[in-house]
């Protein structure tokens, strides 16, 4: 606009007056002028266009900057830049770090339209939480952040309303989903820095899927403590595998018809040369979140079947294996079927003993690839039944031969009615269903008095053996051991005092 006044002040007199002098030469001049003032009225015209074209795009790329395309909410940039001038302003800071539980797989089970959907109804649902003040930001692929001046004891109450919030059902697409989430919890002021407070929100994240998922965990000093110490235990494992510092023991499992060892259970023990024996329920599951799980359970599997080797061939081995060694990535049954091959070890003689927790995230597979182990001539046991909400379902369609009675119910064994009463409905059940029968953690006499009444097919426990090594293991698995049934039975001929079982371990 300011350029079209300009031109038409400068040339309309100037036009007139060359106009009105009605010379031929200046008519020329007169009507260049003209068309000079409506082509320059065009190009400005153009130029503003241009300009707002220009400016558009500049707001567009800024918004894009620092916001989330699919949800709206800020980006982590953009989640930066705020935090950064809250503490600036001298407001507390309340971080809440935020992960929706097995994204991934609902997105790539479901698609991506499901999954962007998924991520716009948590957004909602955030916002429609969030307080005057707070702010809200998807930093990542399944990753929010939220930002608030509440204190700890706010944001606790902040984060129970999420956690309950969010898990409630979705229809998405005409699919019913249910997606929940996890969080952590930390004051910015929990360090001397903004990067460094994210990172300590993120080890309360980190504590709380270790926890079960689903919940909040308050960041403490303790849990990066702890954090710290699992990140150095991770780098010793792999250096563990390298430098052979694991090694097996055996418990052996008796028939208590015979009194005799009929297999003996392969246990992982690793030897930390600083650290003494690491307990396997610190690095199992460290094994199995780093996926050096599947390099650990081949080992194992090919130890054990190597230390069965020397044993009489009616003892079979029992090898533990985790959920992690069915995924996709991994090929257990060419493992399990390369080492056969290699030892010449009778397959019935090897047992793989499966947990439910192996068919939580894909049973088809995993079943699949039981029937594949059991086609090689493989046993399959059911281990820690008893404990599982859903173990009798399995038992009609899983491939296996064997189930193990957990040792958290045996220790009710003896001392509950009820106990009593599910051990006979199970032992009838195992007899109808031809499977065998192995009950765990036997440590007292009261307890093998009663498991020897449901003719179970092993014991296994402290009462007879604690783990041992396969050099100690070999010389006793020749060696009898007074089962219940054997001891009455000896009490009446004179021959042996009942209870000597306890002298054998």
């Known amino acids: 606009m300011i350029t079209r006044v300009q031109v038409l002040a400068a040339a309309t007199p ?43 795009t500049m707001r567009e790329l800024e918004h894009l900057a620092v916001n989330d395309t699919i949800t ?14 809250m503490a600036a302003s001298g407001r507390a800071v309340t971080l809440i770090s935020i992960d929706i539980d097995r994204f991934k797989s609902i997105n790539d089970s479901l698609g991506h339209d499901i999954g962007d959907a998924l991520l716009q109804g948590f957004s909602e649902t955030l916002i429609a939480e969030l307080g005057v003040g707070d702010i809200a930001a998807r930093t990542g692929g399944d990753e929010f952040m939220v930002a608030t001046s509440r204190d700890a004891e706010g944001a606790s ?36 820095s903004i990067d460094e407070a994210l990172k300590c929100v993120d080890i309360a994240l980190y504590r709380a ?11 403490t000093d303790a849990i990066r403590n702890e954090h710290e110490d699992g990140v150095a235990l991770e780098t010793e494992l792999r250096d563990a595998i390298r430098r052979g510092e694991f090694e097996l023991h055996f418990q052996p499992i008796y028939n208590p018809r015979s009194g005799t060892a009929t297999m003996a259970e392969a246990l992982l023990r690793w030897r930390h040369p600083r650290r003494g024996m690491v307990s396997p329920e610190i690095f199992i599951p460290l ?41 996709h990535g991994h090929d257990i049954v060419g493992v399990v079927e390369a080492l056969l091959r290699m030892s010449g070890i009778e397959p019935q003689r090897l047992t793989i003993e499966i947990t439910e927790s192996s068919l939580i995230d894909d ?39 064997t189930i193990k009675i957990d040792q958290a119910f045996t220790q009710e064994i003896g001392t509950s009615r009820k106990a009593d009463s599910l051990m006979n409905a199970i032992a009838q059940l195992a007899h109808d269903l031809k499977l065998r029968l192995i009950v765990e ?61 306890s002298q054998v371990a």
């Not at 898990?167 to 930390?186: D, E, F, K, L, N």
């Not at 059991?374 to 859903?390: C, H, K, N, P, Q």
């Not at 020897?452 to 050099?471: C, D, L, N, S």
Request: aromatic fraction near 8%.
């Open 441 to 501: 953690g036997v440590e007292t006499q009261e307890q093998l008095t009663v498991i020897e009444k449901h003719a179970v097919h092993g014991i296994q426990g402290y009462i007879f053996a604690r783990p041992m090594t396969a050099a100690d293991l070999l010389p006793m698995i020749g060696n009898r051991v007074p089962t219940g049934r054997m001891g009455s039975a000896r009490s009446r001929s004179g021959s042996r005092k009942p209870g000597r079982f």
């Open 72 to 85: 709206s909410l800020y980006n982590r940039r953009g989640f930066m830049r705020e935090i950064r001038q």
């Open 14 to 56: 100037f036009t007139l007056a060359l106009l009105w002098t009605r010379d031929p030469a200046y008519l020329v001049i007169g009507l260049s002028v003209l068309l000079t003032t409506v082509l320059t009225f065009s190009s400005a015209q153009v130029i503003h266009q241009i300009f707002l074209a220009r400016l558009r």
């Open 363 to 401: 049973p088809d597979h995993v079943v699949s690839r039981l029937v594949a182990l059991r086609e090689l001539g493989v046993r399959i046991a059911l281990d820690d039944f008893g404990t599982g909400y859903s173990s009798l379902s399995y038992l009609a369609h899983l491939p296996i031969d």
């Open 287 to 327: 094994a199995e979140r780093t996926g050096l799980i599947t390099v650990l359970g081949s080992w194992v599997l090919g130890e054990a079947i190597r230390s069965a080797l020397s044993w009489p061939r009616s003892v079979g081995v029992s090898v533990n294996v985790s959920a992690r060694q069915f995924d």
């Open 157 to 192: 109450a902040l984060a129970a309303r999420l956690v309950m919030m969010l898990a409630g059902q979705r229809v998405i697409g005409g699919r019913h989903i249910t997606a929940t989430a996890s969080m952590g919890i930390a004051p910015a002021g929990c360090a001397a």
């Open 209 to 219: 899927k270790l926890d079960g998922r689903n919940r909040f965990v308050m960041y």
